[in-house]
């Protein structure tokens, strides 16, 4: 028996430097997306992932020549996930933040759309006079200043949900903390349940993620409200997180993007699954 | 240094938790007492459909996860739109007192049979001679029997106790800032993924060492009888 075994553990041992010796050749990448966050990323009934993310991922794949899996992680624990090793890349919406690159690496920004407030149809936010705007916080900054002041005397003391630690969460934090209670949710769909049942009035999200919840059956009583913000601190857009020791990886598929979003395919993906053009 | 000091930061912001975490753990474990004290006297009446109703609760809170209770009671009895117009909605709109309901009646299943061994552990000689004394009723209760059984659960119920100062940690999933959440948000903002938690067990752990010490000090203090006499 033991002789069986040493080879056993030998032939193992083996394999597993090969693996470490192989493993910059990348004929597999592990993409780790939460499966949650709709359109970018959701689990169809059969248990598959499917929408905006995993078809610019296997894209992306084809493109520079590897095997994707994708698999499903929870967002809280995502970049531990990733600095782990459990996976590759992430594509799960991440927004590129300063804090977030000390941690990781990006890609090029993939997607970018504004963050908006959903709440009941009629909410006294409904009839703001920023309604549907868009302000660019980095490029107009009095403008963006003059809604938040509108927006912040409409939301006293309301309850407005937002995931944890996303840029909604620290948007939230930094203006509207003193007027109104946060809540924080690990998943959106945790915090729409809270929505419905009346705990929240309002939700702060990425626009293309609150038009889906919008679409589902049981949501006519509720609009988008208010302004809408992008740039600032929102950042420049969503991009694919990858380990720093990755370079070769990031290069490669900011090699891949290019070419997708030359020949339109990036934009394809985007108004199949957003509607809307998230290119950034 | 820089990683004492996060630690010492972390410490800090977690220690403006601890009131909260304490707070559900008391108020589950005070109404979670009166429930298994009711839910006892049910199940040991000698009336059917109380003994039947004790053993359904029991089978129901102790027998699924806490965390499936804390979801139904959270997020399930908010989809009956006939919860959300009555006045129970007052309170179950509050994560708080979802939270510490659902550890209550969890708690409470489980006490009750720490009770229940108790009585059962009351030596049947002890309640003869009492009655042979000429008491009865609530008087045999007060003085012979409840003094006897807290005596015998106390170790179990301990135990209960420090078991519910974790248990509180779950109540994290529902939007409260109890130490856990905290640690976990402090761990996804900073990316630091092992401090927090780590400085988060040592408060539960120094929590329920304090517990454990008290729980040694009372049973002492209530087995006279079992101490070695001086002279």
């Given at each position: 028996?033991?002789?069986?075994?040493?080879?056993?553990?030998?032939?193992?041992?083996?394999?597993?430097?090969?693996?470490?010796?192989?493993?910059?050749?990348?004929?597999?990448?592990?993409?780790?997306?939460?499966?949650?966050?709709?359109?970018?990323?959701?689990?169809?009934?059969?248990?598959?992932?499917?929408?905006?993310?995993?078809?610019?991922?296997?894209?992306?794949?084809?493109?520079?020549?590897?095997?994707?899996?994708?698999?499903?992680?929870?967002?809280?624990?995502?970049?531990?996930?990733?600095?782990?090793?459990?996976?590759?890349?992430?594509?799960?919406?991440?927004?590129?933040?300063?804090?977030?690159?000390?941690?990781?690496?990006?890609?090029?920004?993939?997607?970018?759309?504004?963050?908006?407030?959903?709440?009941?149809?009629?909410?006294?936010?409904?009839?703001?006079?920023?309604?549907?705007?868009?302000?660019?916080?980095?490029?107009?900054?009095?403008?963006?200043?003059?809604?938040?002041?509108?927006?912040?005397?409409?939301?006293?003391?309301?309850?407005?949900?937002?995931?944890?630690?996303?840029?909604?969460?620290?948007?939230?934090?930094?203006?509207?903390?003193?007027?109104?209670?946060?809540?924080?949710?690990?998943?959106?769909?945790e915090?729409?349940l809270?929505?419905?049942?009346?705990?929240?009035?309002?939700?702060?999200?990425?626009?293309?993620?609150?038009?889906?919840?919008?679409?589902?059956?049981?949501?006519?009583?509720?609009?988008?409200?208010?302004?809408?913000?992008?740039?600032?601190?929102?950042?420049?857009?969503?991009?694919?997180?990858?380990?720093?020791?990755?370079?070769?990886?990031?290069?490669?598929?900011?090699?891949?993007?290019?070419?997708?979003?030359?020949?339109?395919?990036?934009?394809?993906?985007?108004?199949?699954?957003?509607?809307?053009?998230?290119?950034? | 240094?820089?990683?004492?000091?996060?630690?010492?930061?972390?410490?800090?912001?977690?220690?403006?938790?601890?009131?909260?975490?304490?707070?559900?753990?008391?108020?589950?474990?005070?109404?979670?007492?009166?429930?298994?004290?009711?839910?006892?006297?049910?199940?040991?009446?000698?009336?059917?459909?109380?003994?039947?109703?004790?053993?359904?609760?029991?089978f129901i809170f102790r027998g699924s996860p806490l965390l499936i209770q804390l979801f139904v009671i959270y997020y399930g009895l908010?989809s009956?739109?006939?919860?959300?117009?009555?006045?129970?909605?007052?309170?179950?709109?509050?994560?708080?007192?979802c939270a510490?309901l659902s550890l209550?009646l969890c708690t409470?299943g489980?006490?009750?049979?720490?009770?229940?061994?108790?009585?059962?552990?009351?030596?049947?000689?002890?309640?003869?001679?009492?009655?042979?004394?000429?008491?009865?009723?609530?008087?045999?209760?007060?003085?012979?029997?409840?003094?006897?059984?807290?005596?015998?659960?106390?170790?179990?119920?301990?135990?209960?106790?420090?078991?519910?100062?974790?248990a509180?940690?779950l109540v994290?999933m529902v939007?409260?800032?109890?130490?856990?959440?905290?640690?976990?948000?402090?761990?996804?903002?900073?990316?630091?993924?092992?401090?927090?938690?780590?400085?988060?067990?040592?408060?539960?752990?120094?929590?329920?060492?304090?517990?454990?010490?008290?729980?040694?000090?009372?049973?002492?203090?209530?087995?006279?009888?079992?101490?070695?006499?001086?002279?």
């Open positions: 028996m033991r002789l069986p075994l040493a080879i056993g553990m030998s032939l193992l041992a083996a394999a597993s430097f090969a693996t470490v010796a192989h493993a910059k050749d990348w004929k597999t990448v592990v993409i780790g997306m939460e499966g949650a966050y709709e359109p970018y990323n959701m689990t169809d009934p059969s248990g598959k992932i499917v929408g905006f993310e995993p078809d610019l991922a296997l894209d992306l794949c084809a493109r520079i020549k590897v095997e994707c899996k994708i698999i499903a992680q929870d967002w809280d624990g995502m970049i531990p996930g990733l600095n782990a090793g459990k996976f590759d890349v992430i594509m799960d919406g991440m927004s590129i933040t300063d804090e977030r690159k000390k941690q990781i690496d990006f890609s090029n920004p993939y997607a970018n759309s504004p963050a908006a407030f959903l709440a009941a149809k009629d909410s006294p936010l409904a009839k703001l006079a920023s309604n549907g705007k868009v302000f660019d916080m980095t490029k107009s900054p009095a403008e963006t200043a003059k809604a938040l002041e509108e927006l912040r005397a409409a939301l006293k003391g309301k309850t407005i949900g937002v995931q944890v630690s996303t840029t909604h969460a620290n948007f939230a934090d930094k203006h509207l903390k003193d007027v109104a209670t946060i809540k924080e949710y690990k998943t959106t769909d915090r729409d809270d929505l419905k049942s009346g705990r929240l009035d309002v939700e702060l999200d990425d626009y293309p993620t609150l038009a889906a919840i919008l679409e589902k059956p049981d949501s006519k009583d509720y609009a988008f409200v208010g302004p809408e913000f992008k740039g600032g601190d929102f950042g420049v857009g969503s991009g694919m997180g990858i380990r720093k020791s990755d370079a070769d990886l990031t290069a490669k598929f900011n090699e891949a993007l290019k070419a997708a979003f030359a020949d339109g395919s990036v934009k394809k993906y985007s108004l199949k699954w957003f509607k809307i053009d998230t290119t950034p | 240094m820089m990683s004492l000091d996060f630690i010492w930061q972390t410490f800090l912001r977690l220690l403006a938790a601890l009131p909260l975490t304490i707070e559900v753990w008391f108020l589950s474990i005070v109404f979670g007492g009166f429930v298994a004290a009711g839910v006892t006297w049910m199940r040991v009446s000698g009336i059917l459909p109380l003994s039947l109703f004790a053993r359904a609760f029991i908010p009956l739109p006939f919860v959300r117009h009555s006045f129970l909605w007052t309170f179950l709109r509050e994560p708080f007192y510490v209550a409470a489980y006490t009750s049979e720490i009770f229940r061994g108790a009585l059962a552990a009351v030596p049947r000689g002890q309640v003869e001679a009492a009655r042979a004394c000429g008491m009865s009723g609530f008087l045999l209760f007060r003085r012979i029997i409840l003094p006897i059984a807290m005596r015998q659960g106390l170790p179990a119920y301990s135990t209960e106790i420090i078991s519910m100062t974790k509180t940690a994290s939007t409260l800032w109890d130490v856990l959440n905290v640690a976990l948000k402090i761990r996804n903002d900073t990316l630091i993924t092992y401090t927090p938690l780590l400085v988060a067990g040592a408060i539960y752990f120094v929590l329920n060492y304090i517990l454990a010490r008290f729980f040694v000090w009372l049973e002492f203090v209530v087995s006279p009888h079992l101490r070695r006499r001086l002279h």
